[in-house]
């Protein structure tokens, strides 16, 4: 396809719909080789017709369309016209009826968009722009309609027939046939349309909700998976009642049906009533499910249905305002984990996963708005950006309105936007109605791209015992918005002394000090800040919880560090004080290695780990993360040109000193996590188990029999697969015989299951062994590797590329060239995995001028392919 023909969607030209469809009746005649879809729709008028009809543009892709009838009536063929995107009445009535009769073919529908076949089900995914590839539809989030659904198919193979809503109807038909009805009630943009139909089981629960309905809750799954439902539905029951006693929200249908398949492209889909689950969000069982596991499906879970508020009674007037669901419900979902576990640990989770992913995204060519100005394909656009830093913004709101008036606010816009399509400026305009704020600077946040730096000064005057901080803000260029004005940013922050002591906080000019720890805002260019009262030179705590997601730039010493690290009342400050140690530490030890001088670990940062080690008084997950060094990505991000194998040794070196300097220690920190009791998920030992396995992690670095028979020993013995993972993860990183028997092994055991079979290959993907990448080439010949299965693709392909930067970014280019092969395998089998794989390409002006030539001509190479998808193309031309 020539490039002319992808074309750009620009924000400012949103106009309202032409047509509005008030209610769609469909028929589905359901066959994998063959579906018919009969679709009944009431359409009228949306505009004043005093200057004559208008055309109505009915989206449609890969559709055979057989019959087409306006009030009963067949269209003649020149009243109407059909192209491969679209279905086009030239001058319809004011208002009609339209029924169009259309054929798909779902087992052929290998882009896992529209109706396609997952195993021995038939299901749906309509978001973004899925609906086309069913029926002739207006495809946009701002058309709303009432849906009642009938599905026929044969009875035998199709047991279950699902769709959105409640059923209404069901009964047998000849021929080995039934069918369902199914009607729901409430108006819905059509990317919220589900089917599903096939041979499976369920199970169920019921959920009171707080005004007293009953509501049947329905985990839907193939038979022999039904044993691994139960944290699916115990986490459902959480969310719901969380979302009742936090934000006030109660469910609205009957039932609340969940169903697992296997051939997903992303995480999960938030259809009314009917979600769509990637398996790996459902399936658990204590032997084949890891901690992480079982935390994700309660995430996930959480945050579909949370959508059901904040995505589906409210949605989106159109695709650029997606961060007005998606932003605010990644944010729901990471209160609600946060309240499942511990709070603290959550949001260094989350503020690790935004830096390396999300500011690195901002940093390069794909970098755009949380509310971007333009796409050529939207499904680019489900980015961390949109979702995660989409997140970050509403988190501000709550910080800079306190929680009390952020409440007030969520409530104000159910109660002014339940049932309409809206834009991200309604939200903000209810906080700032609630709160009684002007958020008009705040604004900026949503369209202009960039990570924000903050550089902080500080000038102590003892004589008056005054202290000032002067907070310049700065953001680079990104594509299309050279310049940028100052963001609206909450700075939280405290003050601490010597001793440690936080300080009373008295800006100069108050009457007194309100508390230790407040939220400074920040809105020019420079802002100073000056406190009274301040008796020593204090130590500033700054950017509390990660108040914003910018970059923070204040010259600590080491002993500020120190301070903060076992002083601050933040967990998040004393955390990001020690990441802060580390990162200055490895970069030093990366230029020495790169200057080809002898690097060596001083002794101070050994003493500072053996501290940490011999402190039990700290919680054990939070510990696990004070003594995880950064992860080579964002240590890529601090190099102005980035040399990954200087990283790996600088970082491989910390690792291997501190096994082999505190090796008693972290044995005996080992030894106290060891398990007393058989497994639970939900024993509360989760973090335990973290410490524990990343102590062995460091044994194995320092290398030597001894670690590995530890590793063996692990391995044999665990009763989880935290445990049995946490050992094999080490022994695929290891040079030694023990490797293939564990690999071999574990293949053996788990074969027949998908999810751990997925963990096999990513395993595998992220050995640090200079073989990696001749193992990958071999497992892609693997009888279990598919590249029709995304979770599979991701496993392999995805780990090796986005998460083994030394391996994949061989100077030799064979990385590139594997990962260029798959993605053009990929393009004509499932352009949105294929677009996801091109992340790294994206990243390639940030290398040495070797790896940048050879990455660009891999790129180049892509774009060169005759029948590029839109999606494809979009990611690699923008990179270029
Ligand atoms: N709305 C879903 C994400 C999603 C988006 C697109 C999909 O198919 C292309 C599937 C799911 C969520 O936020 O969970
Ligand atoms: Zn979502």
């Not at 319809?92 to 109706?115: D, H, Y």
């Not at 006030?248 to 398949?261: I, K, N, Q, S």
């Not at 598919?786 to 930067?805: C, H, I, K």
Request: charged residues 25%; negative net charge.
């Amino acid at each position: 396809m020539s490039q002319c023909q992808h074309q750009t969607i620009h924000q400012k030209d949103y106009k309202v719909p032409d047509y509005l469809v008030d209610t769609v009746e469909l028929t589905f005649d359901l066959s994998p080789e063959d579906t018919r879809v009969l679709s009944r729709l009431a359409i009228r008028s949306n505009h004043d017709r005093s200057n004559g009809a208008s055309p109505l543009v009915l989206d449609g892709e890969e559709l055979t369309l057989v019959s087409l009838k306006l009030d009963g009536v067949e269209v003649k063929r020149d009243a109407y016209r059909v192209d491969d995107a679209s279905l086009t009445l030239l001058a319809p009535p004011e208002s009609f009826v339209l029924e169009v009769e259309t054929r798909i073919k779902p087992k052929e529908n290998s882009a896992l968009s529209g109706l396609y076949a997952s195993g021995p089900m038939l299901c749906t995914q309509c978001e973004a722009e899925g609906f086309r590839r069913i029926t002739y539809f207006t495809d946009r989030p701002d058309v709303m309609a009432v849906y009642t659904v009938t599905l026929r198919a044969d009875k035998a193979s199709c047991p279950v027939l699902l769709a959105n809503g409640n059923l209404v109807d069901r009964g047998d038909l000849p021929d080995g046939r039934h069918f369902a009805v199914w009607h729901d009630p409430f108006k819905k943009p059509s990317y919220l349309f589900a089917v599903v139909a096939g041979d499976l089981v369920h199970i169920a629960d019921r959920f009171t909700t707080m005004s007293g309905r009953a509501v049947q809750l329905e985990i839907y799954v193939e038979e022999r998976n039904k044993d691994k439902c139960e944290h699916a539905l115990r986490s459902l029951m959480r969310a719901m009642r969380w979302d009742e006693e936090k934000f006030g929200r109660e469910y609205d249908l009957d039932t609340y049906m969940v169903v697992a398949v296997d051939d997903f492209n992303m995480g999960a889909m938030e259809n009314k009533g009917l979600n769509v689950f990637n398996s790996r969000y459902v399936l658990a069982s204590p032997e084949s499910a890891t901690d992480d596991d079982y935390e994700a499906i309660e995430e996930v879970i959480g945050h579909e249905y949370f959508h059901n508020w904040t995505g589906n009674r409210i949605t989106c007037r159109d695709w650029f305002q997606l961060s007005l669901k998606e932003g605010l419900t990644i944010f729901r979902d990471q209160e609600f984990s946060a309240d499942m576990q511990s709070r603290p640990v959550k949001r260094i989770a989350d503020v690790k996963s935004l830096r390396s992913a999300q500011f690195a995204e901002d940093a390069g060519p794909l970098a755009h708005p949380v509310r971007p100005e333009s796409y050529v394909e939207i499904n680019n656009f489900y980015s961390m950006t949109v979702y995660h830093k989409g997140g970050e913004v509403i988190r501000m709101l709550q910080t800079l309105l306190g929680r009390e008036a952020f409440r007030a606010g969520m409530d104000l816009y159910f109660e002014r936007h339940d049932g309409q399509a809206v834009r991200v400026d309604e939200f903000v305009q209810a906080m700032a109605d609630a709160g009684k704020r002007d958020l008009s600077q705040f604004m900026l946040w949503y369209d202009q791209a960039g990570t924000p730096v903050l550089t902080v000064s500080d000038d102590y005057r003892p004589e008056s015992g005054s202290y000032t901080l002067t907070v310049t803000q700065s953001c680079p260029s990104t594509p299309g918005q050279p310049e940028k004005k100052p963001f609206h940013i909450p700075l939280a922050m405290g003050l601490l002394d010597r001793d440690g002591n936080e300080l009373p906080l008295q800006l100069a000019g108050e009457a007194a000090a309100a508390g230790t720890s407040r939220v400074l805002e920040l809105r020019g260019e420079t802002e100073t800040f000056t406190f009274a009262g301040i008796k020593e030179r204090p130590v500033p705590s700054l950017l509390r919880n990660f108040s914003a997601p910018v970059k923070l730039q204040y010259p600590y010493s080491d002993e500020d560090l120190n301070l903060l690290m076992t002083r601050d009342s933040d967990p998040f400050v004393r955390w990001e004080a020690g990441q802060v140690q580390a990162v200055k530490l490895i970069m030093g030890l990366t230029g020495e290695i790169q200057a080809g001088r002898q690097a060596q670990v001083p002794e101070s940062f050994i003493e500072s780990f053996r501290r940490l080690l011999a402190d039990d008084s700290q919680d054990r997950a939070f510990l696990a993360e004070t003594l995880t060094l950064p992860a080579e990505s964002y240590l890529a991000e601090q190099m102005a040109v980035i040399d990954p194998d200087a990283i790996h040794q600088a970082r491989e070196l910390v690792r291997s000193t501190v096994g082999r300097r505190l090796w008693s220690e972290l044995t005996a920190v080992r030894a106290a996590c060891a398990p007393k009791a058989p497994y639970r998920p939900d024993d509360g030992l989760a973090g335990c188990r973290r410490l524990k396995n990343l102590c062995l992690a460091y044994l194995m670095a320092a290398g030597g029999q001894e670690a590995i028979d530890a590793c063996m020993a692990q391995y044999r013995s665990a009763d989880n697969m935290t445990d049995s993972l946490g050992a094999l993860a080490q022994l695929t990183s290891c040079a030694c015989p023990e490797r293939d028997e564990a690999l071999a092994s574990f293949y053996d055991c788990w074969r027949g299951d998908r999810g751990v079979i997925d963990k096999w290959f990513t395993h595998q993907a992220l050995s640090r062994l200079p073989d990696t990448m001749d193992r990958v080439l071999a497992l892609l010949e693997h009888p279990d590797f598919d590249l029709r299965n995304p979770n599979r693709v991701r496993s392999l392909v995805g780990a090796f590329s986005q998460g083994n930067q030394v391996r994949f970014h061989d100077a030799g280019g064979r990385g590139y060239r594997f990962l260029a092969d798959q993605i053009l395998r990929l393009n004509a089998i499932n352009p949105q995995i294929a677009a996801r794989m091109l992340t790294p390409f994206s990243r390639w002006r940030r290398y040495d001028a070797h790896r940048q030539e050879l990455m660009k001509k891999e790129l180049e190479r892509i774009l060169a392919e005759p029948g590029l998808a839109r999606d494809v193309y979009e990611l690699a031309a923008k990179s270029l």
